[in-house]
């Protein structure tokens, strides 16, 4: 009898126990993702619960012994579950992840306060009408709302609806492409962007009108400081899966890429060449530019994420000190080893038109590459093409 009635305490347990943790399971779902730290203290709870009926239903409490035991164990319980509650929390809180993107408000033209260089001279072109619509890279709005400030007539343009814009590299293409706007600063196009154009009728004429640097860069926290361009190409091919392949520690390689047709996702593509870009996991492919920052410089992420982007945006533009930019091939990415060509991923950005009847625009551009143009993408911060 007395074994009868230990099975029958111990099915009681269990099925209590069941009931718990389905009710527990629903209930977790109602916490918002970013309260990960919560799951510990979802745990701690289950096994107090189940300590608590393996105490009544064996009738426990009704020896000292027991009732110290109980105590005993609902303390280490406790501990165990806060303590890791407490780290969760704590590596959440130092995190920075998601849409802590630039505020290009700050580089709006003619505004009180810009950023947008100057000349310190009037500019020798001026436009009063028919301006030409301006579209383009994130990273690039500080340089050609410059472009707008010196050559413009004073007036306010609204950051997504004026004759100074910007939308980001592939809805700026979109823009062109579908004669939206008539010129766009960017990186070069993707093949599908080309294909697109094509598709509509509309041959892409690229100006080079400066030079930067494509760079990489991981947590501040890890050691690594330079990557060869093999070593790039086998992090993102997939071949290269450990820190330790590379110098650093053994830890996995958590490599973030950008959506496809963004400016800085074209550029790996073109470094990678023929060598094929691994499927990264959903999860691994960061929307916003300042969004693959943010990850990258997340404490969770110190010991294995890598990343790309440009210089100026990184160095300049957002200023993320969590951060650290790799040498390649032993050469670190500044303004003297791009125009010197040392730094082996320098790339020419661009003014694309797609055929439009603006009748300034060849004006535009042309003094865009004067002397005068090309001091405004030094004063910015980028290379000139000179």
Do not use: C
Not at 94 to 105: I, M, P, T
Not at 122 to 141: H, K, Q, R, S
Not at 161 to 178: F, G, K, Q, R
């Amino acid at each position: 009898m007395k074994i009868l009635s230990v099975i029958g305490n111990i099915a009681v347990i269990i099925i209590l126990a069941f009931i718990l943790a389905f009710a527990m399971l629903i209930g977790s779902f109602l916490f918002i993702p970013w309260m990960m730290y919560i799951i510990p203290l979802i745990i701690a709870l289950y096994v107090f619960l189940v300590y608590l009926l393996t105490f009544k239903v064996f009738g426990w409490f009704r020896h000292v012994s027991g009732k110290k035991a109980f105590y005993g164990g609902t303390a280490v319980i406790a501990v165990v579950g806060l303590s890791f509650a407490m780290s969760d929390w704590y590596k959440q809180s130092l995190d920075r992840v998601g849409d802590a993107e630039v505020d290009l408000h700050q580089y709006m033209p003619f505004e009180e306060g810009t950023k947008a260089v100057k000349l310190d001279e009037p500019a020798t072109l001026a436009l009063e009408a028919d301006l030409p619509i301006l579209d383009g890279a994130t990273a690039l709005y500080p340089m050609y709302a410059a472009f707008a400030q010196a050559v413009y007539p004073e007036n306010a343009y609204p950051l997504y609806d004026s004759e100074v814009m910007s939308n980001m590299t592939h809805v700026a293409y979109e823009n062109l492409i579908n004669g939206e706007v008539d010129l766009i600063f960017v990186a070069g196009p993707s093949e599908d962007q080309v294909a697109a154009a094509k598709r509509a009728g509309k041959e892409l004429k690229l100006t080079p009108i400066g030079k930067e640097a494509f760079v990489f860069f991981v947590n501040s926290k890890n050691k690594v400081e330079n990557l060869t361009m093999d070593e790039i190409r086998g992090i993102y091919s997939g071949e290269l899966t450990n820190w330790k392949e590379v110098g650093g520690k053994n830890k996995a390689i958590r490599a973030f890429q950008r959506p496809q047709d963004s400016g800085s996702q074209t550029a790996l593509q073109k470094l990678m060449g023929d060598v094929p870009i691994m499927d990264p996991p959903v999860d691994n492919v960061i929307d916003l530019m300042g969004g693959i920052i943010d990850q990258v410089s997340a404490y969770t992420n110190y010991n294995n994420a890598i990343g790309f982007t440009f210089r100026f945006y990184s160095t300049e533009m957002v200023q993320n000190d969590k951060i650290r930019l790799l040498a390649v091939n032993g050469v670190e990415p500044t303004k003297e080893t791009i125009r010197s060509g040392d730094y082996p991923i320098t790339s020419e950005f661009y003014a694309v038109t797609a055929g439009s009847d603006n009748p300034h625009i060849d004006a535009f551009i042309e003094w865009v590459l004067s002397e005068q143009g090309q001091e405004i993408v030094e004063k910015t911060g980028y290379v000139s093409i000179q």
